[in-house]
């Protein structure tokens, strides 16, 4: 068994794109800016199961300089990670994160992204919504962070 951490931060965007957390869109919420879809979660989950499976990390797989995920639907880099950790005999046993943002509410999409992140990944995920209580850039509401981290096995 072995456990992997994953971390991302995005700021959130002045243009109107749409804010994708965990794959799920938050209808009439401000977005995320990024090179793909800015999805925290996503990125932060992908980047626990390949530390753990010491399979390298997000930025290596999927370039920010690579035209081929310029508004990438990120649940699709998270489903090629976990193909790349079956290829390589490992299995995830869950993935548990902690989301840290002011606006908008976790709690009424919770169950949506815990059950869309859990069905591409092929085992339980987790997911926490907390704030910053004023403390820091989070705190005042500038950006979207999140924590994820993964166990998996062979
Ligand atoms: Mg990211």
Request: aromatic share 6%; glycine share 12%.
């Amino acid at each position: 068994m072995r456990v992997g951490l994953g971390f991302d931060v995005h700021p959130f965007a002045d243009d109107d794109r749409p804010l994708v957390l965990g794959g799920v869109t938050f209808e009439g919420e401000r977005g995320l800016a990024g090179h793909s879809d800015a999805d925290a979660i996503a990125h932060a989950v992908t980047d626990a199961l390949l530390g753990a499976a010491g399979l390298g990390d997000i930025g290596e797989h999927f370039p920010d300089t690579d035209e081929r995920w310029r508004g990438a639907n990120s649940m699709r880099l998270l489903a090629a990670a976990v193909a790349m950790l079956a290829d390589a005999g490992w299995s995830v046993t869950n993935v548990d994160c902690t989301v840290v943002l002011e606006q908008p509410k976790l709690a009424p999409r919770r169950a949506a992204v815990q059950d869309f992140l859990s069905e591409v990944v092929g085992a339980p995920v987790t997911v926490k919504g907390k704030r910053a209580e004023g403390l820091g850039a989070l705190g005042r509401g500038e950006g979207v962070a999140c924590w994820a981290i993964a166990l998996v096995d062979r």
